[in-house]
């Protein structure tokens, strides 16, 4: 979709973001359109995965309204008021949060913590590249960037601390049941609604950075749930869509930057306890995948690199994301 055109379209999504009737003629006239174009725009709407329906004689309005992220909202929402305005960006549509943050290393020193927020991704990703159904307004899809002094080597368990962070967020946000999946998924009730993706940039024996990408669902459309190839579920499930986006983006936020200065000092070992307090895995069986090979055990928790545990003919085994896929069970 060209800029302009996208443009106009987001204009009609904030017009629309009350949850109230717009005529198309009251649209045309914003866009400087006719009202058979308005129409056109319409449907660049919907394939962003937003329901709008329209009744004659009323206009277009939206299923339910949108809370559109707000940076404002976000830090005053925010526990730690010493962040600058100017380290968070929200964007409305964009490919992905991370590639975001990775065009703006080309031309710019990003500082530590630089994060970026959108209401839509059209090329979002998870782990191994698996797509991340990211449909506008619904969900929280954001990216912090973190300079690793050490290099790549210190990225080892990054995605677990983390991990540990959004899993906090969540339960204290009122979700019940938040559990942890090795390496780097957040469940509840054995069910996805939120998962963390590290990539990074650099060389191996010098300086690095890491760019982190974090997807939560809140409240995804109904049209939608048949895309998604896994059990999922969504914070309005438990909760009703009765809560702040903006609050709870403010607290990932300062959670996720106390995350990342905490484990720049001290490494995963202070993370450790917390992720045994989530870990859905701990004394549970699972198969670990290495190509053509399998191995089943017992998952026996996490060491201080981030490899998963597995216990087996007694005696404990490492291994690390980057090597081998895991499931529960076997």
């Known amino acids: 979709m060209k800029q302009h055109r996208r443009e106009r379209v987001i204009t009609v999504i904030e017009q629309l973001s009350d949850g109230q009737f717009h005529s198309g003629e009251t649209i045309g006239e914003l866009l400087g359109v006719s ?24 206009g277009y309005r939206l299923q339910s309204p949108l809370q559109l992220i707000d940076l404002s909202r976000i830090l005053s929402d ?56 990211s449909p506008f307004g619904a969900n929280l899809y954001m990216s912090i960037y973190w300079r690793l002094d050490q290099g790549m080597s210190a990225a080892m368990g990054l995605s ?13 946000f009122g979700v019940p049941n938040v559990e942890l999946k090795w390496p780097n998924d957040l469940l509840v009730d054995g069910k996805k609604i939120s998962g963390i993706l590290v990539e990074l940039e650099g060389q191996a024996l010098g300086v690095a950075h890491a760019i982190i990408g974090i997807g939560v669902n809140l409240t ?20 009703g ?24 000092l001290t490494g995963l070992t202070n993370f450790i306890a917390r992720w045994q307090q989530f870990d859905r895995l701990q004394g549970q069986p699972v198969r670990i995948i290495m190509g053509n090979r399998e191995i089943d055990g017992i998952a026996a928790g996490i060491d201080d690199t981030g490899a998963i545990l597995v216990t ?19």
């Open 220 to 239: 995804m459309p109904s049209q939608l749930q048949q895309e998604i190839d896994q059990p999922w579920t969504d914070i309005s499930h438990y909760l």
């Open 78 to 133: 925010s526990a730690d008021t010493s962040y600058a305005a100017d380290s968070i960006d929200v964007e409305r549509v964009v490919g992905s949060t991370n590639d975001v943050i990775k065009q703006r290393m080309q031309h710019h020193a990003l500082p530590n913590g630089y994060t970026v927020f959108a209401e839509a991704q059209t090329e979002g990703r998870g782990r191994r590249g698996k797509r991340w159904i």
């Open 241 to 264: 869509t009765h809560f702040s986006r903006n609050q709870l983006a403010a607290m990932l936020l300062t959670k996720c930057r106390e995350c990342l200065a905490e484990y720049e």
């Open 160 to 172: 677990l601390a983390l991990g540990t962070a959004v899993a906090q967020v969540l339960s204290d």
């Open 35 to 58: 009202r058979t174009a308005v129409s056109q725009y319409i449907q660049d709407v919907q394939k962003l995965g937003i329901d709008v329906f329209r009744v004659t004689g009323k």
């Open 312 to 330: 087996r003919n007694g005696t404990t085994e490492r291994y690390h994301a980057g090597e081998v896929s895991l499931r529960h069970g076997t």
